[in-house]
């Protein structure tokens, strides 16, 4: 009897020594589900974003910037220029851009400036040509106008159909002003001290504010966070109503953004 306990019991121990040793090698033949993960097998390619590319970067931390931006809004879609000059073949690269301005509404008043190339005194930038609207088409004009004011206005302008269309009006204070990809951003402080963020972006008719953010050294008065922790608040731009500037000097009030798009 206690033989045949004894070879019961062995068997049971190399059946169960047996079973282990199978799981193993099937684990190690790719038995079962599959990571994805082949050796020697090539990984997948990382889309890399683009980064920021500072537009007029002499101007970039020249001058204390102190307001918050306008921009103008929306609305009736931007009508193209009455009278301006006729797009040549390699597009806005090829047109003075003071022609270009007069034949602006708003622009015209900039035109009493001169072209300047370097910060510290009033005029026009250098245009700068970047692809706004990833269309394929001729990069977008960008023109950039500093006010005695100490106030900067940043104007686009765009070909459509064969014409010149200005797509986005912006005004601040010693604005910095960089491309990411094809969205535009604009970094400035607003007038309630925040360090102030505005992302615009092409939406086939316009450059849209797609994030405009404000991000707070100190906890202001009123909200949760603790005193001088940093507090950063948003809101979608879409909450808040346009409302003229009464302060602009050139032409046009434009409206005032406020908010965040998450």
């Not at 038995?31 to 970067?57: C, Y």
Request: aromatic residues 4%; glycine residues 12%; positive net charge.
């Amino acid at each position: 009897m206690i033989q045949t306990f004894r070879m019961v019991r062995a068997a049971a121990i190399a059946g169960i020594a047996a079973f282990g040793i199978a799981a193993v090698v099937f684990a190690l033949s790719g038995g079962g589900e599959r990571s994805g993960l082949v050796e020697g097998g090539r990984a997948s390619p990382v889309a890399l974003q683009p980064g920021p590319q500072k537009l007029w970067p002499a101007w970039y931390e020249s001058q204390s910037r102190r307001e918050g931006v306008r921009v103008s809004g929306g609305g009736e879609p931007p009508a193209p220029l009455a009278d301006a000059p006729a797009v040549p073949a390699d597009g806005l690269r090829g047109l003075d851009p003071m022609a270009v301005l007069k034949a602006d509404p708003r622009g015209r008043p900039l035109t009493r400036f001169p072209l300047i190339h370097s910060p510290g005194r009033p005029g026009i930038r250098p245009p700068v040509f970047h692809d706004l609207t990833g269309d394929g088409g001729p990069p977008e004009m960008i023109v950039a106008a500093d006010l005695e004011s100490r106030r900067t206005v940043v104007i686009v302008y765009s070909v459509r159909d064969g014409r010149i269309v200005p797509i986005l009006y912006t005004v601040g204070s010693r604005l910095a002003v960089e491309a990411v990809g094809t969205d535009l951003v604009t970094r400035g402080a607003a007038d309630d001290g925040a360090e102030q963020v505005v992302r615009y972006r092409w939406d086939g008719v316009r450059l849209t504010p797609v994030r405009d953010e404000k991000t707070y050294k100190n906890a202001s008065p009123g909200t949760s966070g603790a005193a001088g922790a940093p507090d950063s608040r948003c809101k979608p731009d879409s909450d808040s109503p346009s409302k003229p500037d009464p302060d602009s000097s050139s032409g046009p009030g434009p409206a005032k953004t406020t908010g965040c798009a998450p």
